[in-house]
């Protein structure tokens, strides 16, 4: 008798081409703003901005597909496009870390050290505050289909 192989979900071609396609499409956003917004006093701030946004959107999106189950069907693809795709896509590590690593090369050390605690703590504070609006908006909903399941 032989061992049935499965294959793992993030190697299945669905959830590939669903975190492909979001990316692409996270990437192309990502690019035009920051083509679109200038550094401000040298400061990369259309990166930071990005990564902040991203941060509190992935909070909520992954706070609010938590609490409506389990990770699986409809919720796993939303979470495969939208949050390792689009956000993974939109935010940007590897130019956080050039643009820190720029400001130090143009001898704005004390800028980059203000533009990398910023991006971390105020990024994280993003993803806490994305988790507890999502939180609140499941609280509401759960309340909301409570008192409609007791006036029928």
């Known amino acids: 008798m032989t061992a049935r192989r499965t294959v793992p979900v993030h190697l ?9 396609v979001g ?6 956003v990502r690019y035009l703003i920051s ?4 550094p401000v006093l040298g400061l990369p701030l259309a990166t930071l901005g990005i ?5 509190f959107v992935l909070g909520w999106l992954l706070e609010a597909l938590a609490l409506r189950g389990p990770d699986e069907g409809r919720r ?18 590897s130019a956080f ?14 800028g980059s050290i203000v533009y990398a605690v910023a991006t971390v703590a105020v990024g994280a504070l993003a993803s806490v ?11 509401r909903r759960a309340k909301r ?6 006036g029928s």
Do not use: C, K, W
């Open 12 to 20: 299945h071609g669905s959830s590939l081409l669903l975190v492909f």
């Open 23 to 28: 990316g692409a499409l996270g990437t192309t």
């Open 35 to 38: 083509a679109a917004v200038p």
């Open 51 to 55: 990564n902040v946004v991203g941060a």
């Open 76 to 93: 796993r693809a939303v979470r495969l496009f939208v949050g390792t795709g689009i956000l993974g896509g939109f935010t940007t590590y």
């Open 97 to 110: 870390a050039v643009d820190t690593d720029g400001l130090i090369v143009a001898q704005n050390v004390g």
């Open 129 to 139: 505050a994305g988790i507890a609006v999502g939180a609140a908006i499941g609280r």
């Open 145 to 150: 289909e409570q008192q409609e399941g007791e």
